[in-house]
């Protein structure tokens, strides 16, 4: 399963790379925001310094929501870095758009998936990945994992080459579950990711063992 970083925070995805699990980043027009980058240069250089850092794929979301601009901002996203994969929202527009985009080698993610169905849609439109979101569906109480199954039978079912990204994940069991289920890639913040190392009896289990060897240590030093 690939591990992609879902920030737009720079340090963080440094962080996450130097740990050596990154396999690419994934942001959004609010993690762009939480960050303070505004204006189309600081947006496209900010892009640039993500696919600098990081060895994998790099989605980069479009604003538009019509055909005709989302094809527009999707090749000059695509332009910067061959990195870029152009995220394009779940609507028939954005259909449409990726459609056109896997038919002249550009690579997408379509966002925004709440549902089997449309899930289904982006991969007959040509997806590379398919975003189900599934920590907002479990904010309203919906199993947001059996979404990722449900996606996985149809797309083996029918041997549909679009990778589920499982997307809004929001802690380590999100993650664990993901994996269970099959999902190709899962994007989470670093603290999700990091929360995977953590184990009370890993702790205790390693000091013990330092203890033990300065001890012995401390005894061998004592009988020298
Ligand atoms: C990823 O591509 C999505 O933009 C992101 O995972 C959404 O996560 P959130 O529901 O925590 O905002």
Do not use: W
């Amino acid at each position: 399963m690939k591990f992609f970083i879902d920030t737009a925070n720079l340090a963080q995805i440094k962080e996450a790379h130097d740990m050596g699990i990154l396999d690419g980043v994934t942001t959004n027009p609010s993690l762009m925001a939480k960050e303070g980058i505004t204006g189309q240069e600081n947006v496209i250089n900010h892009y640039k310094a993500i696919c600098e850092i990081t060895d994998g794929d790099v989605s980069a979301e479009v604003i538009a929501v019509t055909f005709n601009e989302i094809v527009a901002e999707g090749e000059a996203l695509a332009k910067l870095h061959p990195k870029i994969v152009v995220k394009v929202p779940m609507i028939k527009e954005g259909v449409k758009a990726i459609k056109y985009f896997t038919s002249k080698g550009i690579r997408t993610n379509c966002t925004l998936i709440f549902s089997a169905g449309q899930a289904l849609l982006a991969a007959k439109a040509g997806a590379t990945y398919v975003s189900p979101f599934i920590g907002r569906l479990d904010d309203i109480s919906t199993d947001g994992v059996a979404l990722i199954k449900d996606i996985k039978t149809i797309y083996t079912n029918y041997g549909y080459k679009t990778q589920i990204l499982a997307a809004s994940v929001r802690h380590p069991m999100h993650i664990l579950q993901c994996a269970l289920v099959g999902a190709d890639v899962i994007t989470a913040p670093l603290s999700a990711i990091a929360a995977l190392l953590k184990h009370p009896l890993t702790d205790s289990g390693l000091a013990q063992f330092l203890a033990d060897h300065d001890k012995a240590e401390a005894a061998a030093k004592v009988l020298a």
